[in-house]
């Protein structure tokens, strides 16, 4: 099994943590976001950089954005109350503003709160399943996950260590029996089969005696 990471390990689990925070709601400080934001940027590498925009992608004010939607002030200042995202400085991003101007458009079928509905909870599925990722990519980090080899590796291993014990219970049991009544005899009997499925589930180590027969 390959080390773990522990710098890796420190990593995803603060990721796990503010994913955490989002999905249950709880408000995360700048500072968080802007660490969040890189966090997603390294787990979605496909993706192109958020706070990366090109010339014309950002209105600087509420009146710009208003006049490139058709949309008033009021409903860009609704739209931003039922959480469109904005850049760290209030600006207004260009592919947001057509996302909410398609959702909330008069020929749109459904109402502003239906639309609310289902965009709130695409976003509560999206948290769940990074929040599952990022478990899942820490755990992995921290070697509870084996590679599909190494798992097949060591069961063949087990396979043939309990082979081994069993096969030499027929020079080590007769020693064991002798003089021994019916009912002590099937308890030291059923003691050595119970101790070789505990080596098989890894509940037991092997002893000595063990590994020399094995050599």
């Known amino acids: 099994m390959s080390m773990a990471d522990p710098v890796e390990i420190a990593k995803k689990t603060r990721h796990l943590t503010l994913l955490q925070k989002v999905k249950g709601g ?4 700048a500072s968080e976001i802007e660490e969040l934001g890189r966090y997603e940027k390294k787990s979605d590498k496909p993706k ?3 706070h990366q925009f090109k010339d014309g992608e950002i209105f600087e004010t509420i009146a710009a954005a208003s006049e490139y ?19 760290e400085n209030g600006g207004y991003i260009k592919a947001v503003l057509d996302q909410w101007n398609r959702d909330n458009s008069g020929g749109g079928s459904g109402s502003l709160f239906e639309h609310k509905q289902r965009k709130d ?8 399943i990074k929040s599952k990722l ?23 291993e087990r396979i043939d260590t309990v082979k081994r014990i069993l096969l030499s219970l027929r020079m080590k049991l007769p020693p064991m029996l002798v003089h021994k009544g019916l009912a002590d ?12 499925i505990r080596i098989f589930a890894g509940q037991e180590d092997l002893t000595t005696e063990d590994t020399d027969k094995k050599n």
Do not use: F, H, S
Not at 134 to 153: C, D, F, N, S
């Open 185 to 196: 005899m099937k308890n030291i009997i059923g003691e050595e089969v119970e101790r070789c």
């Open 48 to 50: 192109k950089d958020t």
């Open 26 to 29: 709880r408000t995360l400080t």
């Open 69 to 87: 939607t058709g949309k008033t002030e009021r409903t860009i200042r609704r739209w931003v109350a039922d959480g469109m995202a904005r850049t």
């Open 134 to 156: 990022a478990q899942i990519e820490l755990a992995i980090a921290e070697g509870k996950y084996l590679p599909r080899e190494e798992v097949e590796r060591g069961r063949i």
């Open 121 to 128: 909870a695409a976003d509560a599925e999206y948290r769940e």
